[in-house]
Nanobody
Framework: QVQLVESGGGSVQSGGSLRLSCAAS????????MGWFRQAPGKEREGVAA???????RYADSVKGRFTISQEKAKNTLYLQMNSLKPEDTAMYYC????????????????????????WGQGTQVTVSS
């Protein structure tokens, strides 16, 4: 059974940094894509960043140069380093794993498309104040 557990969210001021972690278990982590998504109240879930089994990454246009996705395969752990945070980054952040595939579609804003990911964590809240 796939299990994804996020941690590291919190409240920071504009310009601050946070590092999110996602501990994965229950499947062959190294074989599939992993992604970070976020959803603000009243808005659709959007892809923030993704990494495939070869380590190639993609980012939404809004976070390029500020966020970095990485992973430690030996620990089955995914990370999202978020720097220069802005109030518009405030959202619930979710970790996700692709449903048995090593590819994913892109969303309209350049990040991964949620439909390509079949396993989701419960989310961790990130709040950025101005």
């Amino acid at each position: 059974q796939v299990q994804l557990v996020e941690s590291g969210g919190g409240s920071v001021q504009s310009g601050g940094s946070l590092r999110l972690s996602c501990a994965a278990s229950g499947y062959a982590y190294s074989r599939y894509c992993m992604g970070w998504f976020r959803q603000a109240p009243g808005k659709e879930r959007e892809g923030v960043a993704a990494i495939d089994s070869d380590g190639s990454t993609r980012y939404a246009d809004s976070v390029k140069g500020r966020f970095t996705i990485s992973q430690e395969k030996a620990k089955n752990t995914l990370y999202l380093q978020m720097n220069s945070l802005k109030p518009e980054d405030t959202a619930m952040y979710y970790c996700a794993a692709s449903a048995g595939r090593n590819w994913y579609a892109l969303g309209p804003r350049g990040g991964p498309h949620p439909a390509s990911f079949g396993h989701w964590g419960q989310g961790t809240q990130v709040t950025v104040s101005s």
